[in-house]
Antibody, heavy 117, light 108 residues
């Protein structure tokens, strides 16, 4: 079946970077774009950016001010999201989600990232 | 950035009742890119409605979406116990894509 499996939870210090992976299975990886969404505790979902898994083109939210980079490895059917210069406000669950298009139809299980000194 | 405001913040209803959830946009949104999601505690969001009114695969027909422009509605015709959750609307026709703050549907 179609699924997205994300990497395990991470604990990072302020100023560090984190790289979260999202492995896709059950469909043709290069046929769909992939988005990343952040959900801080008690907060609304926040779109971070997306990647066209076919050609690697990306688009990012200005709200992350150049701190985020999304890449993909087609041979591994995996998308990565790297967030730099982590701060306490980045403590959140990060989700990858497949583009339908028009909506996000399949979601990963989420990866908790805790930023703490 | 388009701001989506959902109302009410919390909706208390009983199983079998009808639920009406609202999503209002700060500027006009393309219906093609308006979606609704359900999220239960500890779980990822689940797509319910896309294109403002199309049900996603496997979603029961008691869920329906409507609206255009700046006003959109999610209706659950007869609440089942498993429907009590948080619901989010989303638009990504205009970058950056944005979500509403959510409506919590709780058992009365």
């Amino acid at each position: 079946q179609v699924q997205l499996v994300q990497s395990a939870a991470e604990v990072k210090k302020p100023g560090a970077s984190v790289k979260v992976s999202c492995k896709a299975s059950g469909y043709t990886f290069t046929s769909y774009a992939m988005h990343w969404v952040r959900q801080a505790p008690g907060q609304r979902l926040e779109w971070m950016g997306w990647i066209n898994a076919g050609n690697g083109n990306t688009r990012y939210s200005q709200n992350f001010q150049g701190r985020v980079t999304i890449t993909r490895d087609t041979s591994a059917s995996t998308v990565y999201m790297e967030l730099n210069s982590l701060r306490s406000e980045d403590t959140a669950v990060f989700y990858c989600a497949r583009d339908l298009p028009g909506a996000f139809d399949i979601w990963g299980q989420g990866t908790m990232v805790t930023v703490s000194s | 950035e388009i701001v989506l405001t959902q109302s009410p913040g919390t909706l208390s209803l009983s199983p079998g009742e009808r639920a009406t959830l609202s999503c209002r946009a700060s500027q006009s949104v393309s219906s093609r890119y308006l979606a609704w999601y359900q999220q239960k505690p500890g779980q990822a969001p689940r797509l319910l409605i896309y294109g403002a009114s199309s049900r996603a695969t496997g979603i029961p027909d008691r869920f329906s979406g409507s609206g255009s422009g700046t006003d959109f509605t999610l209706t659950i015709s007869r609440l089942e116990p498993e429907d009590f959750a948080v619901y989010y609307c989303q638009q990504y026709g205009s970058s950056p894509g944005t979500f509403g703050q959510g409506t919590k549907l709780e058992i009365k």
